[in-house]
């Protein structure tokens, strides 16, 4: 996060909301808000802040938070997803 700021804390901090406030918002959705959530208060240094909503996110999509292996497989997937992007030229 601190090697790019291609967002400001505020824009992610919007989108959040923008996801938030969609009508009919399902879990997924919900989840991608907390996530923008949890970015926008990292980069104002909010650590705890930030770990919360992505626990909060985290939480609603795991059906069985206890799944160890399943969490596991999860936190690869980001990580994955995380270093894809990382090396993507930004285009902003």
């Known amino acids: 996060m601190?090697?790019?700021?291609v967002l400001t804390s505020l824009?992610?901090?919007e989108i959040s909301q923008k996801t938030w406030y969609i009508p009919g918002r399902?879990?997924?959705?919900t989840a991608i808000a907390r996530l923008w959530g949890s970015?926008?208060?990292?980069?104002?240094?909010e650590e705890h802040g930030g770990i919360m909503e992505a626990?909060?996110?985290?939480?609603?999509l795991l059906p069985d938070t206890?799944?160890?292996r399943l969490?596991?497989?999860y936190l690869e997937a980001a990580v994955r997803?995380?270093?894809?992007?990382?090396?993507?030229p930004l285009s902003l």
Do not use: H, P, T
Not at 2 to 5: I, V, Y
Not at 39 to 45: E, L, T
């Open 26 to 29: 399902e879990e997924i959705q």
């Open 81 to 88: 997803i995380y270093e894809e992007y990382e090396s993507l």
């Open 55 to 60: 626990i909060s996110a985290v939480e609603l």
């Open 11 to 13: 824009q992610c901090l």
């Open 39 to 45: 970015i926008s208060a990292f980069k104002d240094g």
């Open 2 to 5: 601190e090697k790019q700021n």
């Open 66 to 68: 206890s799944n160890r």
């Open 71 to 73: 969490l596991d497989r």
